[in-house]
């Protein structure tokens, strides 16, 4: 059974950072690529950043470019968000989600996900 | 990176049939088959139900179809159940190893 589980969510100051994990387990991690999609308290999901299954390949949403960082470790079999300089914006449920290719196919399995508020 | 267009409501009564619409540019919607419908109950993680258009994922009823004609993707509902009343967002490939999302629409069923 496919497992993805989100966790390093919590409350944060304003230009503080955070590190977000993602265990999966349930399927061959090196063989797919792994996203980040927030959703707001009660708004719609955004895509954050997602990563080839060698990490060679990369992309992120404007909202986050130079200040998230997407990383993974296939040995670990782990998927991480490094978030630097938070904005009160970026308070949103975290999930990360598998594909099959970076560019181009959808997002097959998701996690519960894990709650980052950023707040003074 | 713009949202796609999606109505923010949509309804049925049991039974009935139900689209939804998806607007998106030239540079997504309409430059890739890489439109995809997800399905989101209250407190649950998004669940893919339709991929590449028209393509349902194993376990998910044939009442849910999905097509594309230019810039607009659409999910149709048929035979409506109360199970079917969630949030449903599509999105596209965007290009440059980016994605879009819709911003979403509810899904009531009278």
């Known amino acids: 059974e496919v497992q993805l589980v989100e966790s390093g969510g919590g409350l944060v100051q304003p230009g503080r950072s955070l590190r977000l994990s993602c265990a999966a387990s349930?399927?061959?991690?090196?063989?797919?690529?792994m996203h980040w999609v927030r959703q707001a308290p009660g708004k719609g999901l955004e895509w954050v950043s997602g990563?080839?299954?060698?990490?060679?390949?990369?992309g992120y949403a404007d909202s986050v470019k130079g200040r998230f960082t997407i990383s993974r470790d296939n040995a670990k079999k782990s998927l991480y968000l490094q978030m630097n300089s938070l904005r009160p914006e970026d308070t949103a449920l975290y999930f990360c989600?598998?594909?099959?290719?970076?560019?181009?196919?959808?997002?097959?399995?998701w996690g519960q996900g894990t709650l980052v508020t950023v707040s003074s | 990176q713009s949202a796609l267009t999606q109505p923010p409501s949509a309804s049925g009564s049991p039974g009935q049939s139900v689209t939804i619409s998806c607007i998106g540019t030239?540079?997504?919607?309409?430059?890739?088959?890489?439109v995809s419908w997800y399905q989101q109950h209250p407190g649950e993680a998004p669940k893919l139900m339709i991929y590449?258009?028209?393509k349902r994922p194993s376990g998910v009823p044939d009442r849910f179809s999905g097509s594309k004609s230019g810039n607009t993707a659409s999910l149709t509902v048929s035979g409506l159940q109360a199970e079917d009343e969630a949030d449903y967002y599509c999105?596209?490939?965007?290009?440059?190893?980016?994605?879009?999302f819709g911003g979403g629409t509810k899904l009531t069923v009278l």
């Open positions: 999105s596209s490939y965007a290009g440059s190893n980016n994605r879009v």
């Open positions: 990563i080839s299954w060698n990490s060679g390949s990369i």
């Open positions: 989600a598998k594909s099959r290719w970076l560019a181009g196919s959808h997002f097959d399995y």
């Open positions: 030239s540079s997504d919607v309409g430059n890739y088959d890489y």
């Open positions: 349930g399927f061959t991690f090196d063989d797919y690529a």
């Open positions: 590449d258009v028209s």
